[in-house]
């Protein structure tokens, strides 16, 4: 098993910045790919980005691209998503999801997720 812990979310206003942090631990040797997801009630689960653990590939969802920066930290097993120039549409819960090798390609670990707020 896989445990993912978020943090750094919060209260924020427009065209400011956050730094979400996602720290992993347990079997975290089984994953390849980590990502980061948000929603907002009442709506599905959006992709926001990913990046892989060995070669620091990265996707982003094209509604972040140029403002968000996804990162990590092997020795920590720890990734980062740096949020700037944030906007009232990105207030939403910020989940950490990882990908666990031979898992079929989705998500299967998933953290609790952490709060973002971006006021107008």
């Known amino acids: 098993q896989v445990q993912l812990v978020e943090s750094g979310g919060g209260l924020v206003q427009a065209g400011g910045s956050l730094r979400l942090s996602c720290a992993a631990s347990?079997?975290?040797?089984?994953?390849?790919?980590m990502g980061w997801f948000r929603q907002t009630p009442g709506t599905e689960r959006e992709f926001v980005a990913a990046i892989s653990w060995t070669y620091g590939s990265t996707n982003y969802a094209d509604s972040v691209k140029g403002r968000f920066t996804i990162s990590r930290d092997n020795a920590k097993k720890t990734v980062y998503l740096q949020m700037n120039s944030l906007k009232p549409e990105d207030t939403a819960v910020y989940y950490c999801?990882?990908?666990?090798?031979?898992?079929?390609?989705?998500?299967?670990?998933w953290g609790q997720g952490t709060q973002v707020t971006v006021s107008s």
């Open positions: 347990g079997r975290t040797f089984s994953t390849y790919v």
């Open positions: 999801a990882a990908k666990a090798r031979g898992g079929g390609g989705s998500y299967d670990y």
